[in-house]
Nanobody
C-alpha cells in the first residue's frame, strides 16, 4: 500500500487545516487507517484512527478538535483539524494498519501563536 498525504501548511492558532491521505489500494480492506504525528525532538505519537467499520479513536489531546473520516470510494482518509494550537505543530503521517503497517511520507503542519 502506498499512501500520499497532503494538506499540511501554516495556520494560525485557532485556525483549521484538512489533511488528506490517498491510498494506492482499497482502504475498505484495511483494518485501520490512521494519523500519527511527530513534533521536533519528540517521538511519533498517535493522533486518530478509523476502522474499516468506522469505529473511531482519538488521542486525548485532540478530542473535540480533530475529526477523522474516510471515503472508501476515493480510497482516501481525512483529518479535519480545528482550533489548532501551537502544540499541534508536527509532521503528520498517514498509516494503513493491518497485519503490516504502511506509512505515508508525512506532511508538515505548522501552527503559529
Amino acid at each position: 500500500v502506498q499512501l500520499q498525504a497532503s494538506g499540511g501548511g501554516l495556520a494560525q492558532a485557532g485556525g483549521s487545516l484538512r489533511l488528506s491521505c490517498e491510498a494506492s489500494s482499497r482502504i475498505s480492506s484495511i483494518m485501520y487507517m490512521g494519523w500519527y504525528r511527530q513534533a521536533p525532538g519528540k517521538q511519533r505519537e498517535f493522533v486518530a484512527r478509523i476502522s474499516r467499520t468506522s469505529v473511531i479513536d482519538y488521542a486525548e489531546s485532540v478530542k473535540g478538535r480533530f475529526t477523522i473520516s474516510r471515503d472508501d470510494a476515493k480510497n482516501t482518509v481525512y483529518l479535519q483539524m480545528n482550533s489548532l494550537e501551537p502544540g499541534d505543530t508536527a509532521v503528520y503521517y498517514c498509516a494503513a494498519m493491518s497485519i503490516y503497517t504502511y506509512w505515508g511520507q508525512g506532511t508538515l503542519v505548522t501552527v503559529s501563536s
